[in-house]
């Protein structure tokens, strides 16, 4: 299986605050990497698809970035609804695989 | 607006059988989308379970394949996942989800049920 790492696996900002969190895979990936937010008893939510392509609905603060083995989802400048839990997902190879998890709370 | 609901039971015994079917509703089943199971324990990360095509053409986690089924019933337009021989261990809310292919890079959930609870107790 491809493993999946995020780093850190918690952060504490506050609103307005540029925030990233970077994910790695075990072995390269291209661009088969997913982004997902999670409200605690909601459901994960797609924000980010093939590393760098944004949802649709979702806000332009969300981005993402990196190929191969490294990437990176950024918040541009965070907002109250943000305060959740990110998870990275590679779909390059079954079982696709997430990652820990990134929490981001208030500061 | 394609939605997904899942349901069965919210207990079950050890070393029994899990059985959780996801309702397609707003849409046909019988489309270009895999269909998948993710579980959560409780505080912890996202496990992908396994996925199914209208076809029947299905794929498992290794880790779960040899007590995992997934099935498809298009004339109900609702697929369901079975897992035997159940410890503790696969206490958690069970979410199914929608495969969209991007095109070059990869599939992604993009339309996930609100998830059930199940819990493995006697």
């Known amino acids: 299986d491809i493993q999946m790492t995020q780093s850190p696996s918690s952060l504490s900002a506050s609103v307005g605050d540029r925030v990233s969190i970077t994910c790695r895979a075990s072995?390269?990936?291209?661009?088969?990497l997913n982004w997902y937010q999670q409200k605690p008893g909601k459901a994960p939510k797609l924000l980010i698809y093939?590393?760098?392509s944004l949802q649709s609905g979702v806000p332009l603060r969300f981005s993402g970035s990196g190929s191969g083995t490294d990437f990176t989802l950024t918040i541009s400048s965070l907002q109250p609804e943000d305060f959740a839990t990110y998870y990275c997902q590679q779909s390059d190879t079954k079982p696709f695989t997430f990652g820990p998890g990134t929490k981001v709370d208030i500061k | 607006q394609v939605q997904l609901q899942e349901s069965g039971p919210g207990v079950v015994k050890p070393s029994g059988t899990l059985s959780l079917t996801c309702a397609v509703s707003g849409g046909s089943i019988s489309t270009s989308n895999w269909w998948s199971w993710v579980r959560q324990p409780p505080g912890k990360g996202l496990e992908w379970i396994g996925e199914?095509?209208?076809?029947?053409?299905?794929n498992y986690n290794p880790s779960l394949k040899s007590r995992v089924t997934i099935s498809v019933d298009k004339s109900k337009n609702q697929f369901s996942l079975k897992l035997t021989s159940v410890t503790a261990a696969d206490t958690a809310v069970y979410y199914c989800?929608?495969?969209?292919?991007?095109?070059?890079?990869?599939?992604?959930?993009?339309?996930w049920g609100q998830g059930t609870r199940v819990i493995v107790s006697s």
């Open positions: 072995h390269g990936i291209s661009r088969y």
């Open positions: 093939a590393a760098s």
């Open positions: 989800a929608r495969g969209e292919n991007s095109g070059n890079y990869g599939v992604f959930s993009d339309i």
């Open positions: 199914i095509f209208h076809t029947g053409d299905t």
